[in-house]
């Protein structure tokens, strides 16, 4: 039995391949009449990075809301007029494991994510996070090759 589409979720991290895939996210969602959801990971290595270093738990509240307002204003940006989001939604872990958990609890999400995002030399020794999601994903997921 196939799932019903309920929104489309773009994954978002400020890189031009996410910018390019919220752009064809909010095409999508028009021309589907589904609603767009943000998503944007702040890397549980930079909450590592911020705590070695010494951050207090406010200052690390702090970078990742300034984090996420800076990649979620950029991807509002890019959608531009196409389709207003509905909701935007900042996690902090792991991205492709958060984006994995995220598509299991959420049935009927259609997610839509950049082949490449900003960390190339982790994707090359640990694999893409877009492949982690394409080869575990519960849901349909369309990779943007922007």
Do not use: W
Request: one cysteine or more; aromatic letters at 2%.
């Amino acid at each position: 039995m196939a799932t019903v589409t309920s929104c489309i979720v773009v994954a978002c991290d400020g890189s031009d391949h996410s910018l390019e895939a919220a752009r064809m996210a909010a095409g999508l969602a028009k021309a589907m009449g589904q609603p767009l959801k943000l998503l944007s990971v702040f890397p549980s290595s930079r909450v590592e990075r911020l705590v070695v270093g010494g951050a207090m738990p406010e200052s690390i509240d702090k970078e990742v809301e300034g984090y996420g307002r800076e990649v979620l204003d950029a991807a509002r940006k890019a959608v531009g007029s196409t389709v207003e989001p509905a909701e935007d939604i900042l996690l902090r872990g792991d991205p492709a494991k958060d984006i994995l958990d995220y598509l299991k609890d959420n049935p009927g999400v259609h997610l839509v994510l950049g082949r490449r995002g900003h960390s190339l030399v982790r994707s090359l020794t640990l694999g893409s996070i877009s492949e982690k999601v394409v080869r575990h994903a519960t849901g349909p997921v369309t990779v943007v090759n922007g």
